[in-house]
């Protein structure tokens, strides 16, 4: 015996296996890559159920002779000489500016005061308050208070005004306007209204001053949100506006047919593009300014 080690020979080693996955990982890949294939199918049907109405919104107010297909049009601009043609469509659309911007006015002035109040002010059963008008407002909604507003109008002697449809949309925005308002109003230290009471401001002075210049960005969205609900609003206008000159664009556009009583697609398309601008403008005019946000950003 020399003492050396003696060396395991070849055929005592074990034999090295390729290294496979096991069948539920790779059943795992194929489910996971089958759902992203889905997702994605899914995704590009929404997008095409929502781009194609955007789609012939753009062209089909361009195009000599329109139909409800999307199309190449044959441009054209002679479809928006047929809205001035049309003796109430350009007052529609003064209506719609009227209702929209009385609205917005009126939501933003009471609105701004009673989130404040209830923003400062500690009363029992605050919150509750707050979330049931929320509540209501969204159950009880303008098809199922449509006959007792009617009558509540009629009595009050506004029936076929623009004063009364300003009432109603804004009692109906109300409650989520003051729900929004009172996260940003939440938001504001209260150090800035304490300094400014040291200085000698009033209430008023101090909500005009101070409150509403730091919460503009929650104004904004307010402003922005509530004109487009009263711009495409068709019931309220509908039931409390009788003539066809005081009714607002919404209201008017299901009028544009044909002595034959078929859809009057010129005139439709072009008003219905005209109507879109003022709001898409003020977004993005709005949005650049402030930009748009659900909640407050100040923090104390």
Known sequence: MTGEPVLPQAADAP?????TPPPSLGRRMIRHYLSRVLFVVAM???????????????????????SLTVGWPDWTMANFARIAENRYALGSLRNSLILGLGTMALVLTLGSLAAYALSRVRIPGRDGLLYALLLLSSIVTGTAAMVPTFQLITQIGLINTQIGVILVLAGGVLPTVIFILKDFM???P???????????????????HVVVP??????????VWTVVQVWGN??????LLRT????????LMYTFYTEGGQPDLRLLSAFSLVFSVPVI???????RRYGFRFHGGIKS
């Open 214 to 223: 730091t919460a503009r960005p929650g104004l904004a969205f307010v402003a």
């Open 190 to 208: 209260k150090s800035y209204e304490e300094s400014a009471r040291l200085y000698g401001a009033s209430p008023l002075q101090i909500l005009t």
């Open 244 to 251: 066809p000159e005081s009714q607002p664009a919404a209201v």
């Open 44 to 66: 590009g049907l929404v997008l095409t159920f929502f781009a194609l109405p955007m789609l012939w919104l753009v062209t089909a107010p361009f195009d000599a002779d329109p």
């Open 15 to 19: 034999a090295l296996r390729p290294l």
């Open 234 to 239: 068709f019931l309220v206008p509908f039931l």
């Open 281 to 287: 403008a003020m977004y993005f005019l709005v949005n």
């Open 186 to 188: 939440d938001s504001i």
